[in-house]
């Protein structure tokens, strides 16, 4: 499928698999090198970034995204704005993606920083959340959005703040300004984020038990991913006492 319809927008569900699958789709790193010709070029960044140190032969051209030397198709096939009019849409997947595939450090952090200053903060909230210490350069360009008006991006910016500073004293009464709207049955996607975030946080989200154990309540229905996570970030808090309290949202 990928030598057949690497230009096919059918192909994005493939490339999004192979990107779980990571490490385990090295054999397709060839054909993904070769997606990054068409306009397929964002999902085969997270790809190829996916798979890790297999995928340094993509190396060079994941680069030349990164500086604006050259740029893929556009993903929807219409016609690309010149080089240095506006930076490509994935250019921060081909950053993340050279530093996974080269263990080159600089690269995707500065990527971030300039990204910062271009006032783009909230694309870029998930890769320094998943990239952790290695992008704190890039923690001062967080902390304002921890009080964006939106709150998929408050959410998003907590999990981003905690993972890259360590600190939860910021992060945790974001996550738990967001979880009180389950009291009324409301578990849309930013809520169920945060229980996972809240999860991966553990113990010092504990105080987020009350809000939790509202959803395993048999009155109320939750969409079927809530209550498995709301368990996992129970089991996460350990045995200790619950602090209960409420943040203002």
């Not at 890790?52 to 030397?69: E, I, Q």
């Not at 740029?71 to 250019?91: A, F, K």
Request: hydrophobic share 45%; with cysteine.
């Amino acid at each position: 499928m990928l030598v057949d319809s690497a230009d096919s927008e059918g192909l994005r569900p493939l490339l999004t698999a192979l990107a779980v699958w990571g490490p385990a789709a090295g054999e397709a790193v060839p054909e993904l090198v070769s997606a990054l010709a068409t306009r397929n070029a964002r999902w085969a960044c997270d790809a190829l970034g996916s798979i890790g140190p297999v995928a340094a032969p993509a190396a060079n051209v994941l680069d030349s995204f990164v500086r604006g030397v050259t740029r893929p198709p556009r993903h929807d096939g219409g016609t690309l704005l010149p080089n240095g009019v506006r930076r490509w849409h994935g250019s921060q997947n081909a950053a993340w993606a050279h530093w996974r595939t080269t263990g080159d450090s600089k690269v995707f952090p500065a990527f971030l920083e300039d990204a910062a200053s271009r006032g783009s903060g909230y694309a870029g909230l998930g890769r320094p959340a998943e990239s952790g210490p290695q992008t704190t350069r890039y923690a001062a360009a967080v902390r304002p959005l921890l009080e964006s008006p939106g709150p998929w991006t408050r959410v998003q910016a907590a999990c981003a703040w905690w993972r890259t500073t360590g600190d939860t004293d910021a992060a945790v009464p974001v996550l738990l300004a967001a979880l009180e709207p389950l009291r009324s049955g409301d578990a849309d996607e930013p809520r169920r984020a945060a229980i996972r975030y809240i999860a991966r946080i553990g113990a010092p989200a504990s105080a987020a038990a009350p809000l939790l154990e509202a959803t395993l309540s048999p009155e109320r229905r939750f969409p079927a991913d809530v209550c498995p996570a709301a368990r996992a970030a129970m089991a996460a808090f350990g045995d200790g006492p619950h602090p209960r309290r409420t943040v203002d949202s």
